[in-house]
């Protein structure tokens, strides 16, 4: 079993749409969690950190489930913009970063 | 703030050759730096991780002798790829962290093409 597993997608949806993805992880003992971006052929982004009680940035909103080992990404109002790779990204209790392979998102106009 | 600079961004070069990358931080003294490789439509995936004045602590599977790895400052790390060869061809990014537990800023990746 993969130590952070993600649906690969893609995402198609239009502009406007919300859209969700979702990503679990297989050790409970891992301690932070982020949500990166990827655009194709470029480094990973932070877009932001996950929280237990949830955190919001804008038209994103991240929520992390400690019990089922469960991270959610919603993304309002989608933009053309907002097309790229979505990172799952699990920081394990020796500060190490495991990457999900990522879910792609297509917006289109 | 928070800026990884990473050289050189391409390489296209012969079976054999070294080749060195480069991964600064622009605006901060990184503790600790970390060399990813990641292969197409698959994950990012650590090789090494690197702190300043100490040796390499590499992944399972990584070849510590195959890919050197000097962080000779807060600032400067630097992975040599020797002796590459075609299946050495990857996207290859560095991240650095100015503590334990936080986030990773990346380097913009050096994509590595073995002929």
């Known amino acids: 079993r993969k130590e952070v597993e993600q649906d690969p997608g893609p995402f198609n949806v239009p502009e406007g749409a919300t859209v969700a993805f979702n990503c679990t992880y297989s050790n409970s003992a891992s301690q932070s969690f982020f949500w990166y971006r990827q655009d194709c052929r470029k480094e990973p982004k932070l877009l932001m950190s996950?929280?237990?009680s949830g955190n919001e940035d804008g038209r994103f909103t991240a929520q992390l489930n400690r019990a089922s080992q469960y991270i959610s990404l919603l993304i309002r109002d989608s933009k053309l913009s907002d097309s790229a790779t979505y990172l799952c990204v699990v920081m394990d209790s020796s500060y190490k970063l495991i990457f999900g392979s990522g879910t792609r998102l297509l917006v289109r106009p | 703030g928070a800026v990884v600079s990473q050289h050189p961004s391409w390489v296209i070069c012969k079976s054999g050759t070294s080749v060195k990358i480069e991964c600064r931080s622009l605006d901060f003294q990184a503790t600790t730096m970390f060399w990813y490789r990641q292969f197409p439509k698959k994950s990012l995936m650590l090789m090494a991780t690197?702190?300043?004045?100490?040796?390499?602590?590499?992944e399972q599977g990584v070849e510590k002798d195959k890919f050197l790895i000097n962080h000779a400052s807060l600032t400067l790390s630097t992975l040599t790829v020797t002796s590459a060869h075609p299946e050495d061809s990857s996207f290859y990014i560095c991240s650095a962290i100015q503590g334990l537990n936080q986030p990773q800023h990346f380097g913009d990746g050096t994509r590595l093409s073995i002929l």
């Open positions: 996950v929280y237990s």
């Open positions: 690197s702190n300043e004045g100490s040796k390499a602590t590499y």
